[in-house]
């Protein structure tokens, strides 16, 4: 008989990999807060395109979150259901489309 997998440490390791992420992105949110009060306080175009530039990349982070969950649930569930192991989501791909 198979032994069953300890969900609760699975979960563990995940939410710690969640955690870890978020203060990078929180990290990257202080960061882009210090450069925008170093643009002149009256170059409102420089100002616009920083705001752009940090919600493109919150996208990006968004996107990149979504398919490691997925990811994540793969793995866990493909062992439960007979399905892949999900391995095949280990190669690094962080979903960048490379056009921006």
């Known amino acids: 008989m198979a032994e069953t997998p300890d969900i609760s440490k699975l979960q563990d ?13 929180l990290d990257a949110g202080r960061s882009f807060a210090d450069n ?9 175009e420089a100002i616009d395109k920083l705001l752009d530039d940090a919600f493109e990349f ?8 979504r398919e490691l969950a997925k990811s994540v649930v793969q793995a866990v569930t493909g062992p439960l259901t007979g399905g892949a192991s999900g391995a095949e989501g ?3 791909d962080s979903g960048d489309d490379g056009g921006e």
């Open 13 to 25: 390791q995940v939410f710690e990999l969640v955690r870890r992420s978020q203060e990078a992105i």
């Open 36 to 44: 925008l009060a170093s643009v002149a306080p009256g170059d409102r």
């Open 58 to 65: 919150t996208e990006r982070v968004l996107k990149t979150q």
């Open 90 to 92: 280990e190669s690094g």
